[in-house]
């Protein structure tokens, strides 16, 4: 199975700041990765899909990157919703996986 | 709006069952594939089975094979998991997320790309 490894977690930082997570793939997973948020006791989020592309409704502070095995997601003025945990999820390989997460708390 | 349902989680002995069932709404149910993915308490997120539109594709991870059957009636927009033999690493909120309309296909079997709406879960505690 592919590994994706998350770093750093978890992550402090302050509203306002620019924050940047990394999912790194123990084989080459193409641009077949999406990311995901989830809010305590709540269900996962899709915001970002394909490495780059936003979902639908989702603020343009996200963004995301990368090809290969190494991989960014981005935000880029942290809002006070935005304290959560984010997971990397891969679908280039059967099955598909899911990074540890992140968790993002506020500093 | 999308929606989806889950019910059927509670507390079970090792070696019991369980049916979960997840209602959809909002959407063309039978146009998309469906999966289970799950949580165990204070741990990240564990895919666990999937479905595609006509049930022509099905698959379960390794840690449930033999144990949990995944099955959908499209004309009631629902989608369930069987799961039997359970064991306490089993214990775990189960969450019914959409997948994508059209699957990845590598190898002969054809998957979801990814999961784009997700219910609030319901809690499987395995437990004696």
């Known amino acids: 199975d592919i590994q994706l490894t998350q770093s750093p977690s978890p992550l402090s930082a302050s509203v306002g700041d620019r924050i940047t997570i990394t999912c790194q793939a123990s084989?080459?997973?193409?641009?077949?990765l999406n990311w995901y948020q989830q809010k305590p006791g709540k269900a996962p989020k899709l915001l970002i899909f394909?490495?780059?592309n936003l979902e639908t409704g989702v603020p343009s502070r996200f963004s995301g990157s990368g090809s290969g095995t190494e991989f960014t997601f981005t935000i880029s003025s942290l809002q006070f919703e935005d304290f959560a945990t984010y997971y990397c999820?891969?679908?280039?390989?059967?099955?598909?996986?899911f990074g540890q997460g992140t968790r993002l708390d506020i500093k | 709006q999308v929606q989806l349902v889950e019910s059927g989680g509670g507390l079970v002995k090792p070696g019991g069952s369980l049916r979960l069932s997840c209602v959809a709404s909002?959407?063309?149910?039978?146009?998309?594939?469906m999966t289970w993915i799950r949580q165990a308490p204070g741990k990240g997120l564990e895919w666990v089975s999937y479905?595609?539109?006509?049930?022509?594709?099905?698959n379960n991870a390794d840690s449930v094979q033999g144990r949990f059957t995944i099955s959908r009636d499209n004309a009631k927009n629902s989608l369930f998991l069987q799961m039997n033999s359970l064991r306490v690493e089993d214990t775990a909120v189960y969450f019914c997320?959409?997948?994508?309309?059209?699957?990845?296909?590598?190898?002969?079997?054809?998957?979801?790309?990814?999961?784009?709406?997700w219910g609030l879960g319901t809690l499987v505690t395995v437990s004696s």
């Open positions: 394909d490495a780059a």
């Open positions: 999820q891969q679908y280039a390989h059967f099955p598909m996986t």
């Open positions: 084989q080459s997973i193409k641009t077949y």
């Open positions: 909002g959407f063309t149910f039978r146009d998309y594939y």
């Open positions: 479905m595609s539109p006509s049930r022509s594709y099905t």
């Open positions: 997320a959409r997948g994508s309309r059209e699957g990845f296909c590598s190898g002969g079997n054809c998957y979801p790309y990814n999961f784009d709406f």
